[in-house]
């Protein structure tokens, strides 16, 4: 490095990196809304022969672009939060500079809600419930986030429920039988413990800037073990509607991935803050594997 590069370092770019822009979108979070999506298709009894393209573009359209969208939206919102949390984040960290992350998430709705009108009436429907909600949950002064209950309440609904429902009606060009609407619930519900566990990666940010997340609220062992009892009850009910229904060999694999999820709450209990992280790979796993087992009960019902 020569003295006048060191001395006068290059601007930086007005513009976002490339790969910071995929990186505000987080990939990594568009699997749950695309496996509930592709649940609800499963679950309405629909043939897949000349259904694949619904599927593929529901599945595209409620990961890479609504939850991308999503948390596009939150980065911009928390960018005061990512400060303390995750400095590295594009855009406390300035690859995204300016007000390119807003221009971002606002551009991404809008593209959802276009995207949104191929799915038809349900489908369109359902986009734009799915992008009231993301910013109703991240942007002043509804900021439902700040809430430990609305707030992973509104993320699971979402990323859960809203995406089997949507599925189940673009799949059977209707309302789905209120069987499907029940399970569809019932997950979104469950998935309010798993939201609530994630918050723990945030806790000291949350605390400083008052967000009043659970394990800010209640303290990590006991948002914890609240959390193991949203996710285990919901399930139980469901276990309950399978048996109800006769669906006994699928009530009982669902029955079993909840054995495996307790045995892994245990661990988590054992350190809520260090676990949490870990259950997200394990106890979670076993939870969508439930979801997908139920929904072909549900479909073998004829949705």
């Known amino acids: 490095m020569s003295v006048s590069e060191s001395l006068h370092p290059a601007p930086k770019s007005p513009l976002p ?3 910071a822009m995929l990186e505000l979108i987080k990939p ?3 699997f749950p ?28 359209l409620a990961g890479p672009v609504v939850c991308g969208m999503s948390q596009a939206a939150n980065d911009w919102c928390d960018r005061h939060v990512d400060a303390i949390n995750e400095p590295q984040r594009p855009i406390p960290s300035g690859r995204i500079p300016g007000r390119w992350g807003l221009w971002i998430a606002l551009a991404m709705s809008v593209l ?4 949104g009108t191929f799915l038809g009436p349900w489908g369109f429907a359902a986009t734009c419930v799915a992008v009231l909600a993301a910013w109703a949950y991240s942007v002043e002064p509804i900021r439902l986030k700040r809430s430990g209950w609305w707030g992973p309440g509104l993320v699971g609904l979402s990323y859960e429920s809203l995406p089997w429902f949507t599925g189940a009606a673009v799949l059977a060009a209707g309302l789905p039988t209120w069987e499907v609407v029940v ?15 994630n918050d ?19 303290g990590p062992e006991r948002a914890a073990r609240l959390a193991c009892w949203v996710m285990a009850v919901p399930q139980l009910a469901v276990i309950g509607l399978l048996v109800l229904w006769g669906q006994l060999i699928f009530a009982a ?8 999820q307790l045995l ?3 661990t988590l209990l054992s350190d809520p803050k260090g676990r949490a992280p870990w259950y997200n790979g394990t106890g979670v796993l076993l939870y969508i594997t439930g979801m997908m087992v139920t929904a072909f009960a549900l479909r073998g019902m004829g949705g």
């Open 200 to 218: 723990f990666k945030a806790l000291e940010g949350d605390r400083q800037m008052g967000v009043n997340s659970l394990p800010v609220t209640l």
């Open 33 to 60: 809304p695309m496996w509930a999506y592709l649940c609800g298709a499963v679950s309405s009894g629909a043939s897949p022969a000349g259904n694949w393209l619904p599927v593929i573009f529901g599945m595209i």
């Open 183 to 197: 399970v569809a619930l019932l997950y979104g519900i469950g998935a309010h413990g798993i939201m609530t566990l």
């Open 28 to 30: 990594i979070t568009w």
């Open 264 to 266: 892994a709450m245990r």
């Open 253 to 260: 694999v669902v029955t079993a991935s909840l054995l495996a």
């Open 17 to 19: 990196q490339p790969a």
């Open 112 to 115: 959802s809600l276009i995207l």
